[in-house]
C-alpha cells in the first residue's frame, strides 16, 4: 500500500467545507485503488492571525515542507481587511508559503465540461471543446517587488530576472509535451514594459531548446479578448504572475464558475493545490458552495505530486459522471437540474469513482 503524507490547510470562510470534501474524495480514491493518505492540519491566512498572530507560522512552513503535498482550501474575510501598509492581512500567509516552498509555477487548467456549456455566458459554440492549461509565474513579478508610499504617491514596482522567465517558459513547454501538442502562447504586455521585453527575449531563448514546441507572442490585452472570442486557439499559455492572476479568473467564466477552476502550484518541494476562488465567507456554514475546484485540485495532487495518473483521471470522470446526471450546486444551476449542497457534491463525486 501506498502512503502519502498531505499537510491540509483548510483556511477561512468556506474553506473547511471545501476541504472536507476533497479529502472525502482522496479517501475514497485510497480505499478504490489501494493507498493511504496520512494528513496532518496546520494553520494559515485569518484563522492563523487569530491563533497566532502571524498569518503564516513557522510550525505550517515545517508541516507543509515536511510534506509530499500541500492541499489548501481558501484564505481571508473581512474581518482581516486593512489598508495599513504594516497590517497583517492573510494574503501575506499565502504569498509566504509560496516563496518559503519554492513554487513558482502556478497550474490552472481550464476544461469546459461537456455538462456544463450552457452555464457559462459565453456562447456554447464557441466554448465546447475547451481545454487550456494557464501557466503562471508564481514567486516573481509585481507582488513581490519593491513598494511603498511617499506621502500620498504609492508604488509598486514590476521585476523579473532572466532566470525567472527561463524556468516558467520551460515548465510550459514540458506541460505541452504531456500533453501531447506543441502550441504555447507567451503573453506579455513588451510594446510598453521593460520587464515584458525582458519576458519576450528569454521566453523565445528558451523554447529554442524545444525545437518541436511552437510557441507565439500575445499582449495582455489581445489575450484577454481571445479568450472569450476564440478560446480553442489556446492549448498552453504562459504569462506572469499579475497577468496570470487576471487571465485565469477571466478564463474561468468560460467553464462556468471559479467554483470549476483547480489550481496546483509547483516547485523545487512539495507542490500546493488550492482553488482558484476565494473564501467566500458570506456562504460560510451554509453548505451551498461548489467543492469541485477543490476536488479537481486534489486530483492534480495526484497526477503532479504522486504521479497516479489513473487515479487523477478517476476523479476527473467521476466529476464528468456527476455533472452528466444533472446535479448542480448553487453556480453552475441551470433549468432541468437537480440542485445539490456542497457536501452532498462531494459524496457524489466520491460514489462514482
Known amino acids: 500500500m501506498a502512503q502519502f503524507k498531505v499537510a491540509v490547510l483548510r483556511g477561512d470562510g468556506i474553506g473547511p467545507e471545501i476541504i472536507e470534501q476533497a479529502v472525502k474524495v482522496l479517501d475514497a480514491v485510497g480505499a478504490r485503488f489501494g493507498h493511504a493518505f496520512d494528513y496532518t492540519e496546520a494553520l494559515l491566512g485569518g484563522c492563523a492571525i487569530d491563533a497566532t498572530g502571524t498569518s503564516l507560522p513557522d510550525e505550517t512552513v515545517t508541516v507543509c515542507g515536511s510534506s509530499d503535498a500541500v492541499l489548501l482550501g481558501a484564505i481571508g474575510g473581512p474581518q482581516w481587511d486593512t489598508t495599513d501598509p504594516n497590517g497583517v492581512r492573510p494574503e501575506q500567509g499565502l504569498l509566504g508559503i509560496r516563496k518559503a516552498l519554492g513554487l513558482y509555477a502556478n497550474l490552472r487548467p481550464v476544461k469546459v465540461f461537456d455538462a456544463l456549456v450552457g452555464c457559462s455566458t459565453v456562447k456554447a459554440d464557441v466554448i465546447r471543446g475547451v481545454d487550456i492549461m494557464i501557466v503562471r509565474e508564481l514567486t516573481g513579478g509585481i507582488y513581490f517587488g519593491k513598494r511603498g508610499r511617499e506621502g500620498e504617491m504609492a508604488y509598486d514596482t514590476e521585476t523579473y530576472n532572466a532566470f525567472e522567465v527561463e524556468r516558467i517558459v520551460r515548465k510550459a513547454c514540458e506541460l505541452a509535451r504531456t500533453r501531447g501538442t506543441a502550441n504555447v502562447c507567451s503573453v506579455d504586455k513588451a510594446n510598453v514594459l521593460e520587464s515584458s521585453r525582458l519576458w519576450r527575449e528569454v521566453a523565445h531563448k528558451t523554447v529554442a531548446d524545444y525545437p518541436d514546441i511552437e510557441m507565439w507572442d500575445l499582449l495582455v490585452d489581445n489575450c484577454a479578448m481571445q479568450l472569450v472570442k476564440n478560446p480553442r486557439q489556446f492549448d498552453v499559455v504562459v504569462t506572469s504572475n499579475m497577468f496570470g492572476d487576471i487571465l485565469s479568473d477571466e478564463a474561468s467564466m468560460l467553464s462556468g464558475s471559479l467554483g470549476m477552476l483547480g489550481s496546483a502550484s509547483l516547485g ?86
Open 268 to 353: 523545487d518541494g512539495p507542490g500546493l493545490y488550492e482553488p482558484s476562488h476565494g473564501s467566500a465567507p458570506k456562504y460560510t456554514g451554509m453548505d451551498v458552495v461548489n467543492p469541485t475546484a477543490t476536488v479537481l485540485s486534489a486530483a492534480l495532487m495526484l497526477r503532479y505530486s504522486f504521479g497516479l495518473e489513473t487515479e487523477a483521471a478517476a476523479v476527473e470522470r467521476a466529476i464528468e459522471r456527476v455533472l452528466a446526471d444533472g446535479f448542480r450546486t448553487k453556480d453552475i444551476i441551470e433549468d432541468g437540474a437537480e440542485l445539490v449542497g456542497t457536501s452532498r457534491m462531494g459524496d457524489l463525486i466520491a460514489e462514482r469513482l
